[in-house]
C-alpha cells in the first residue's frame, strides 16, 4: 500500500520542488506522510467543491496546482474559508499536496502540456529561470555484471542531443583485499583479488544523482561498489516560465484565436492586435503571463497566449506589436487535471502501486461566464 511520503516522491519526479519559484508555496500542505494513500483526486485548485468531492468519493489526497496554503497562517480560524477547509481536510483524513510553479516550469508540465494543446513544436523556455547542474557518475562493475547495471542506470541519464541511453564503457583491472567481516562477490577474505571490470559512465543531473546512486548500489553485485561523480562545466537544460515555440504554418491572428478557444474549450475570448496578421511563432504562459510581454517580444513571436490580461497589458502589446490573447487563467490551467491524473497513473504503476486509483476532478468550472450580447 501506497503511503503518503511515497506519493509526495512521485510527485517531485513529475516536478521538482527546487524549481518553484522562491514565494511559492508547493509541496505537502496538510496530511500525514505515513498515512495510506488509496485513492486520488487531481484538481486545479482546493476549493470547497474540490475538497468536498474528493472526500465524498473516498479519497485520501487531493493533487492541486494552486497551493491551499500560499503565507505562513498566524492562526487557522473556521470563520475563513481556508481556516474551514483545512479543518475539514484534518478531520476528514484527506492530504492536500500542491505542484505550481515547480510543474509550470518542469519539462512536460503545465507549459509544455499548453503547448502541445494549440499545436506548437520546438518548443523552449520563454523566461529562463534555472539551469540543470550536469554530473559525471563513473561506477567500476564486474564485466559479466555490466549490462545489468546499464540497464537498470538507463531512466537516470541524460539525453545528448536526440540520443538517449548514452553511456560508455571501458574495460580494465580491479584490485582488493577482503577484510574481516567482509562478505565478498568475488574473492577470499584476507587474499588479494585481481578481476576483470568495465568502468561505466554516464551523464546525470544533480536532481536525480540520489535516485541513480540508490538504483546503482540496489543493483551492483559488490558489497562496496566503487563509484565516483564528477563536476562537469557543461550547459544543462535551461528550464523556466512560458513557452516559445512554431505552428506548423501561418494563420491569420483571428484563425488562431479561434484555434485556441476551441483547444481550451472555451465559449469565447479577448485578443488584441490585427485579425488579418499572420502569426507563425508563439509564445505562451499558463495562468498569468502578462508581465512576459517584453520577453515574448524579444524572442520575435507573433503573439503571446496567456490569460488575466489587463487594460494597460493590452496598450502594452500594442505599443511593442505584439499580438495578445487572452484564453483565461482557468483555461490555460485546467488541463492540468487531465495530465497529472495521467502521469500519476503511469507512474504509480511503474513504483508497484497500481492499486492506486487517480481520478481527476470533475466539479470544477470557469468563475467566469459569458453572455451573448446582440
Known sequence: MAKLSDIVGIISKIAAPGLAESWDNSGLQVGDPAAEIRRIMVSLDASPAAVESAITLGCQLLVTHHPLIFKPQKSIS??????????????SGLAIVSMHTNYDIAEDGLNDVLASRLGLSGCLPLQITSEQELLKLVVFVPEGNLESVRRALFPYTENIGAYQDCTFSTSGEGTFTPQDGAKPFIGTVGETEHTSEQRLELLVSRPVLARAIKVLLAVHPYEEPAFDVYPLMNEGKKLGLGRVGCLATT???????????????????RYVGNPTAQVKKVALCSGSGASLLHIAARTGADVLVTGDVKYHDARDAEDLGLALIDAGHFHTEIIMVAAVSNKLKLMLKEAGFENCEVMPSSVETDPFKYCQIQ
Open 251 to 269: 494563420i491569420s491572428l483571428n484563425e488562431f484565436a479561434e484555434q485556441v478557444g476551441v483547444a481550451l474549450g472555451m465559449n469565447g475570448l
Open 78 to 91: 473556521f470563520s475563513t474559508t481556508q481556516g474551514r477547509l483545512i479543518h475539514k481536510a484534518i478531520s
